[in-house]
């Protein structure tokens, strides 16, 4: 069974920094793109990075470039977030998922963080 | 504002078919990218309902369906049930960016 799990959020001060992980099992993690999706309080779905099988490549929203980087570490089977200069509307919940194609497969339950 | 446009919320009564409509542009659906969609109950993680606009992953019932035409697309639930009330949202790829629509609220009355 595939699972999802992520950790690190939390309340943070404008300016912080916070780095999120992902826990990966029930299936081989480096045969796939991972991504990380968050969801504002009461708002939508807004992809936030995305990062190749070995790390080579790596995708971002225009809104967080240079301000967070996507990482992995395939002997760990996990996936992470390097949040840094954080903003009052990066607060929100963050969910890993696993892609497929185009497309988001597989959700973690997400982990929470607040700027404020 | 979002790349791909939902209606805000739609309803229906039990039993009932509802559809979910999905507009995008030449940059995404348009361009030939495939429409994905999730479902997201209260409180929940999203998940995967129909992916590459017609194709259900196993454990969906065949109640949901997908469809893609020109710049827009789909979904549709036939039988509606209580269960069903929820968050959807449609989602594809346009200009190096994975884009959402902004997630339409599903009520069953």
């Known amino acids: 069974e595939v699972q999802l799990v992520e950790s690190g959020g939390g309340l943070v001060q404008p300016g912080g920094s916070l780095r999120l992980s992902c826990a990966a099992s029930g299936f081989i993690f480096s045969n796939y793109w991972m991504s990380w999706v968050r969801q504002a309080p009461g708002k939508g779905l807004e992809w936030v990075a995305n990062?190749?099988?070995?790390?080579?490549?790596?995708y971002y929203v225009d809104s967080v470039k240079g301000r967070f980087a996507i990482s992995r570490d395939n002997a760990k089977n996990s996936l992470y977030l390097q949040m840094n200069s954080l903003r009052a509307e990066d607060t929100a919940m963050y969910y890993c998922?696993?892609?497929?194609?185009?497309?988001?497969?597989?959700w973690g339950q997400g982990t929470l963080v607040t700027v404020s | 504002q979002s790349v791909l446009t939902q209606p805000p919320s739609v309803s229906g009564a039990p039993g009932q078919r509802v559809t979910i409509s999905c507009t995008g542009s030449s940059s995404n659906i348009g361009a030939g990218y495939d429409v994905h969609w999730y479902q997201q109950l209260p409180g929940t993680a999203p998940k995967l309902l129909i992916h590459?606009?017609?194709n259900r992953p196993s454990g969906v019932p065949d109640r949901f369906s997908g469809s893609k035409s020109g710049t827009s697309a789909s979904l549709a639930i036939t039988g509606l049930q209580a269960d069903d009330e929820a968050d959807y949202y449609c989602q594809s790829f346009s200009l190096s960016n994975w884009v959402f629509g902004g997630g339409t609220k599903l009520t069953v009355l």
């Open positions: 590459s606009n017609n």
């Open positions: 998922a696993r892609v497929r194609g185009n497309c988001f497969d597989y």
């Open positions: 990062i190749k099988q070995d790390g080579s490549e790596k």
